[in-house]
């Protein structure tokens, strides 16, 4: 990227965070409602500085098959809420045991386990809730959303983003293949990228090849953001990360980087982005913000 | 209820949860699935003997309305699942800290702190799954899923079950007021019961007089079942309860015969119950095992 597509990348990127964080303040209750409690720990995570790749990503597959982001922004804002709840859950004592993200103590640190687990199970409640809000998708045909659900369901569920939970939780301090790895990344992260740009694209009315582009797209990209996030976290220093940078290493967590070193990382995540760009080749214009995220993710340093 | 009255409402019973059972066992993935952790510690929770009160109650109230059982029986099913993911992250040592329920340890302390909350995670994702999976329904209109899942959602998130969880953790140990309990009551166990009765009637098609009077039933019904289970709690014996009787007292929980008095109590879940049959008097006998059920409610021993 040059100097130039970077300015605009960066526009691009702040411009859509400010759309989701007003969408999600908007669809999100006060901190003074009852029981204020929940809504001040959900709100704690979910403005935490978060960079907001899931429903940009949703956002930007809407607009590249011709789509509204107004009418995918409900949908957009649930899988920031799904991952909100996932990364609140993953903090806890009893999984990665972290005191700090984003810079800031984590969830539990703040208002106490009970508070945090329940902020994680209301997060993820709410983003189905949303997403079955009629009213505010009233353009989207209910069998569309229907198939939009199930597919947010099962790439966060066990066949998804959970299971890959599972396995890296389990896989801690234990000699772990390429393979393993390969299961960890696609679900703990993969499945729910590819499902919001599928969601951005099904819910504008995209057909059965752009779906097919698209999706591949997404594996791609999601697959080389998790790369470029295991070569941060071993690189990184504290400030970018907001957390002790080498902490997956210290907690005995195989990573990229940890199996095939980081040159070889680094050049698999860049093959993986040539590989996205390839999928979406025959879209027009309106796709350059997929083409531009995509190159983000390898060059982003936080 | 009279011998035969009783007689026919346990084989009812014992019927509709092996209805339910072979349903939950169907839907949901097999021990061998991978990764097999949470597929074991799901089936654990979910087959430890569940009296599967909100699926049937699902069932009563389609059929109430001369709907069919086969075509909500996803919707049921999804009804246990976020029960029982309720049941398991409410016994983590952050919140209830219990090591037995109906006479079985605990989730956590079977599978560890970890899985238990993946496959609380896993069990209330997995229901927004289930519901949303069209072709297990196809004889239901789009639209009215969507009502179901919207509903549902609403009933166990931070308006609902997880709210009346908050402030139920919230107000251990101090003193509460009959207005709190009642928060508490109705948000927790209360709101995803009227949802259980709603969602049979509303996929069977049930018309808005039908929806209200069913609803009003369910509420009664469901605050009835929780007065009932505070009394079972307090006198219940632990062969009966299958966890450590007197355990709410023990750790300052606020409970209406702590409240009221174990008489005044019983007598609320009795007079509970008969505005509960006066509000669907205007039913035809296929209605009946909604009225056998109301009454079990304040005589079950367990």
Redesign the interface.
Known sequence: MNEGQNEALRGYLSERRRIVDEALDRFL?GEDV??P???MA?RYSLFAGGKRIRPILCLASAEAVGGNIETVLPVACALELIHT?SLI?DD?P??DNDDYRRGRLTNHKVF????A??A???L???A??LM???NLMEAV???K???V??DI??A???FGM??G???D??SEGKRVDLDTLYYIHTRKTGALIISSVKAGALLSGAGEDELKALSSYAGDVGFAFQIADDILNVEGDRKMMGKDTGSDADRGKVTFPGLMGIEASRQKAKDLVQSALLAIRHFDHRADPLRMIAEFVVERRS
Chains 1, 2 share one sequence.
Request: proline letters at 8%; glycine letters at 8%; a negative charge.
């Open positions: 209750p009852y029981p409690s929940i809504f959900v709840y859950h806890l009893a999984i106490g386990e009970n508070i687990i329940l994680g199970d209301a993820l409640t709410e189905f809730h079955s809000e009629r045909p209910p069998e959303l229907l198939t659900i199930h369901a099962r966060a569920g066990y959970v299971g939970q599972v396995v939780v389990q």
